[in-house]
């Protein structure tokens, strides 16, 4: 084929797709009947929304703002307390706040932040900061204990009372809760408190009900408790420092991987409890300063517990003491690496170390197999009526390569030592 006949084909060959490209992305060449309309969709449309003024939520005499229906509602501008009175008042359950990252800025005299009137539920606060205000920062409960609350990415410092109050089965994440004069946190039964921050407040860092789950938070330097869970919960990787106790629940609480330091008393809880890959350290609380401290029938499992000023661990009746380590106790007072004051408590598997006793034993009753003490003042010091079996380990030459050295004085499994 010659080359003209070539170019032809080529621009007959590329017209013809042109035209098959056109007609797949026209559409069809039939438009239905009726005028041509525009698909376009408003915000409101997108996503319905209702912004917080005096046209759209009047306030009145208790409140700058009040919202007395359902929906989704945002800021359009920071919102400036005024004496006597609440910067939001919820009436109405099923509402949405957007703070759109505005501050609502308090002063003494005036009331909450935001609060609820009446028994309302299911609300939800995000982004925002509050601070100053003369009473609670958010008190979703007030009027009634409403439940199903969120709060999120909420940062709430320096009000009167306390910072954020919700009811029974709330999620609370990812919030501040900084130098309020009361809690920084208060939630209901069965709530979720997920990466939260409480430091300096007049009460508890964070307050959670019965059945709660803490994870991932942090309590610094609260007058009472860092984090408190009452029974039935579960707190899980957080982090408590320089509080009156570190972390603590009533009792039926399972602790789990946390850390406490320089608290008055690191971890403190009730009956039937877990506390489990814990490590505290420096607990200096007064007379007190224990570092893990258990009510009957709970376990303390492969925990570490170093330079508290009274026991590293101390547990009651009924309970098991098993894997940790507990070395330095008694730091500035007098404690024991282990402490069992009941009976029935099988203590097992421990090092204790450094520390005015050792192993101190209290009641009768109990079962001490596998542990090793070495450098306390006291090693062993338990009372009689125990199933306990010490030795003196001998300790062997020097080893090199792939064998050598002694036995420790006995094959007994059970055997505790001291080295």
């Not at 706040?97 to 609060?115: C, F, K, V, W």
Request: aromatic share 4%; charged share 10%.
């Amino acid at each position: 084929m010659n080359r003209p006949a070539r170019s032809r084909l080529l621009v007959a060959s590329s017209a013809a797709l042109a035209i098959a490209s056109a007609a797949l992305v026209a559409g069809p060449l039939d438009p239905p009947d009726g005028p041509i309309t525009s698909t376009y969709k408003t915000l409101d449309q997108v996503e319905p929304r209702i912004p917080i003024t005096a046209a759209t939520t009047p306030g009145d005499g208790t409140a700058i703002y009040k919202i007395s229906n359902s929906g989704s509602y945002y800021l359009t501008g920071k919102i400036k307390s005024v004496d006597g009175r609440s910067g939001i008042v919820i009436a109405a359950s099923n509402v949405t706040i957007d703070l759109m990252g505005y501050p609502m800025e308090g002063q003494p005299g005036s009331h909450d932040a935001i609060r609820t009137e009446g028994t309302v539920n299911n609300i939800t606060i995000r982004n925002g900061t509050i601070s100053g205000w003369g009473e609670d920062g958010i008190d979703l409960r007030q009027g009634g204990a409403g439940s199903g609350a969120t709060v999120e990415n909420v940062h709430v410092s320096g009000c009167a009372a306390s910072g954020v109050r919700v009811g029974h089965n709330s999620l609370v994440r990812g919030c501040t809760f900084t130098v309020n004069g009361g809690d920084g946190l208060f939630t209901g039964d069965s709530s979720a408190v997920e990466n939260c921050v409480a430091r300096n407040n007049g009460g508890r860092g964070i307050a959670a009900s019965a059945i709660a789950s803490v994870r991932g938070c942090s309590a610094y330097n609260n007058l009472g408790h860092g984090i408190h869970a009452e029974s039935a919960s579960v707190v899980t990787d957080c982090g408590a420092f320089g509080n009156q106790v570190g972390i603590s629940s009533s009792g039926n609480a399972a602790v789990s991987n946390c850390s406490a330091e320089f608290n008055g008393i690191g971890i403190s809880v009730g009956a039937r409890s877990v506390v489990s890959a814990c490590r505290v350290a420096q607990s200096a609380g007064g007379a007190t300063g224990q570092g893990i401290l258990v009510g009957n029938q709970s376990s303390v499992l492969d925990c570490t517990t170093i330079a508290n000023r009274s026991h590293g661990i101390s547990a009651g009746s009924h309970c098991v003491i098993r894997g940790n380590m507990s070395n330095l106790n008694g730091n500035g007072g007098d404690g024991a690496a282990i402490h069992v004051s009941g009976a029935d408590t099988r203590v097992e598997g421990n090092n204790c170390t450094g520390s005015d006793w050792g192993v101190l034993v209290a009641g009768a009753g109990n079962y001490i197999v596998r542990n090793t003490c070495s450098g306390n003042a006291t090693n062993w010091d338990v009372a009689a009526g125990n199933v306990c079996y010490v030795l003196s380990a001998t300790a062997s030459g020097a080893i090199l390569g792939d064998s050598g050295g002694v036995g420790p004085g006995t094959e007994n499994p059970h055997a505790n030592f001291t080295y």
